[in-house]
């Protein structure tokens, strides 16, 4: 319901998603990993249940393909903005590397960085979230 809601500008619902379902623990927030990168192709197994959302990320995935996912969907018009602001805060506290492994990526996530917080349309969560990605970053390449 959340992801419908927000796809029509209703943000309040997504937000709310995110603090009582991902963020609550750790394995809803890997659960949400799991499903995008299955969704998008990132694991390389056939899934004949949901089971696997329950599994540990580090077993199904590595992450590049879910990583330029994310990327591209930092845009201020983007309906799950918060959504995909998170998924991307935790696929990078799990996996520090990834920005370092696709060159092409890292650097439209720097640009896409700059771009997000100087928008209007952050909500705080995101806005945060986003300026512990590029500290962590910055930390990386010191």
Request: net charge neutral; glycine share 4%.
């Amino acid at each position: 319901m959340a992801t419908v809601v927000a796809r029509q500008g209703d943000r309040d619902r997504m937000s709310h998603f995110i603090d009582t379902v991902l963020a609550a623990d750790d394995a809803g927030e890997a659960a949400n990993l799991s499903y995008r990168a299955c969704w998008i192709g990132e694991s390389h197994h056939h899934q004949l249940s949901d089971d696997f959302i329950a599994a540990a990320p580090s077993a199904l995935w590595a992450g590049p393909k879910l990583l330029d996912h994310l990327v591209r969907g930092l845009t201020p018009d983007h309906g799950f903005l918060d959504l995909n602001v998170r998924s991307l805060w935790v696929l990078l506290a799990i996996r520090p590397a990834l920005p370092r492994t696709s060159d092409e990526t890292g650097h439209a996530l720097r640009r896409q960085l700059l771009a997000m917080l100087d928008s209007r349309e952050l909500s705080r969560r995101a806005r945060r979230e986003l300026e512990v990605i590029r500290y962590a970053i910055r930390l990386a390449e010191a």
